[in-house]
């Protein structure tokens, strides 16, 4: 959610939070935040953690290797080999304990987790041991992986990565709904999420919200002020955002990643792996799919300040076919899950095979509506990461803000058109016809 | 949910049911289903049930007037007055022990009825006393109030009926929503009604599903089988019937009623109550006025076998008016609450107000969603009462099945017409003119 670069301020998202009642919730009264001195301390016992390792924890190395924002993570390594401690701190690291930020999401990155993993075996580190006093995880270190981001800002190519992004989203949005779950399941893990109270009001606020007032947490380049008024006075696009807040916050639909951006994604020249999802929630099954697609158009419009002309047409085009592949890999599987598990109350085989009647345009209108809601979060990810706290590498690495502040306006412009044009944009290739346009155009 | 008059087969409804972990939820491991012998033994020693009956228990008198589908119900009389009593049993009463049916339901009738008293007051029973692990609720006798279906049955009139419940719709949706509550507070509200696995899935299955194939509880009136087929056989409205359940399962917008018909309304000629709120959930806002409009437009189909042609139009006009202000008064009222309670997270005033923008266009839109949703509701609640298990007395009550068929007909293609068009239709005037048409139509 937070990325890495940015200055992040005291906060207000507390509004509204009241003391968790579920009592499912882990206690973390004696809860300890480790360093790499008491780390070793702390797990050399653990069986999990030392087959991993190594049986004398006196020969581990710790580093803690945290980017600094909101958790502690640590690699620890030995004899056997490593693996990576995640650790939740009560407060935003950066800030302090002027941001206070609840441990119980170690507890839903956990469970989010694992119901990943479920649903997409491999995709997610796999996890040896979990901690709830702690709120501790102990997990497979991923090497020689790094963020995607940084591989999309150094141009760099991933093989299979639309492919596999795009099953990822559509094994977890079907799995985990009731197109595929009994529903008593997906409501009994709905109302589990439904306490991951004060990370949801951070999506809220910073990505639906902020971006459309002058909040106090918001920061933007330097030129961009007349695009800014242009956004903020168009009422029309900022009823249509906060109609996709009201379906962010209430229609749990599915079990969202909830953060599924090019920083949560970490990759080989082959390899893709899925870490971070502490804003897990139930919500819209668009969710995911939207705020990725959104990340790698900004990676697009962000290239012009990180290719030579040489290089900069051809790696445009990788991530437009990236980015396509998203979307056509989401849909056929989403396509192979509903011919296949289709075994939740939702469009029963009863009302429909059974009969002798098709669903498949049933399955179309239900695509149709997961795409009008992920093309809505894109549009509004676009916005938030140019306009409210956390912005991203992409643009923020761009020292010269007097090119920066071009190649972000293309972005703000081209998301306002999905915010307001989702119900009559059809397809993805409309989409990025759209910005191979704007690419173009000279926004400032 | 279910009729007096219907004859309830042993049910299939607790597919995908688990058991519930929320430790909130009531244990009844010393429950005991009350007599007319027992009651006043369970009650003599409680002060607020003493304070209005009575001090002594042996001079009260105790009846026990449930309808005899899923709860017992007592009123319990003595020198100072009369309170009303239910109790749920662990099955559906009129089948038995075959069809078990949780407790907890009065767990979530007193919860939403605590919650709707606070949301507009008076408008529910008044509860004096709640005993969760007897699951019985100790609440106002209303005197001398009938269900207002008989009273739509008899050709009776309430005044103020349609403001009054239109103003309730309008006040339980908005003010249990993101709108108003702060989203925490509704979050862990939303998770509890969550629990509410058994009810709600009876409405899913009867309502949303059943009718539309050859469901093991299904039963139609003799002569319907043509419409019935032609409503099975339309691959497109039985879409979007799941479009409308898939909202029903997971859009938790606010707190609905969950069982808003004529049945759970008792009047007198001049005041109206609400009961019975056992099927709540959290859910879309359209829900409740859609099911109520439904219950109105049948009562309307329905009157041709009621009344006397001298009295009939007269009626069916006075239905109309009272349907056209049942969403005129929601509309009112809900723009009312806008303005003036609108403290939640969603559309707030920093995004619009605060910078001299009105939020008048995202308030309209707001309500289009709402209409669209209460129309499709309406449509299918339309069906499942006519084809589902639990049909109702405004056709029940027609022993003449040549003449009961044909009105029930109007009624099936009525709600076919609003579950396909309800994105075209943008007034309730339209359609009620439907229904005047409608009300001419030859069908079968």
Redesign the interface.
Known sequence: MFASSVPIKRGAQQ????P?????LPDSANYEAMTVQTLAGRLGSVAAVIERVGTEASDWSVREVGDGNLNLVFIVEGPVGAVVVKQALPYVRLVGESWPLPLTRAFFEYHALTRQAAHDPGRVPEIFHYDAEQALIVMEFLTPHVILRGKLIAGEKVKDLGRVLGEFCARTAFRS??LC????????D???F??N?EL??IT??LVF?DP??D?ELNHHTVGLDPVVATL??D??M??EA??M???F?????TLAHGDLHTGSVMCTATDTRVIDPEFAL?GPMGFDIGMLIANFLMAYFSQPAHRSDAELGGYQDWIMDVTAEVWSSFVMEFRHLWATERT?????K???E??G???E??LN??LA?VFEDAIGVCGIEMHRRILSLAHNADFESIEDTSVRAPLEARCLMMGRALILDRAKITSLDTVLAMARTMNQEQVL
């Open positions: 509004q509204g939070s009241e968790l009642s579920n009592s499912q709904s009731d779950l009994p529903t008593a399941a997906r409501k009994a709905a109302a589990l439904l306490a109270v949801c009001a809220e606020d919200t459309y007032f909040a903020r006075g009422v029309a900022k009823a906060q109609h807040l009201a379906k916050a209430s229609n749990g639909e139930y939740g109350i939702l469009y029963p009863s009302m429909f059974d009969q009647h098709s669903s345009d049933a209108a239900k509506m």
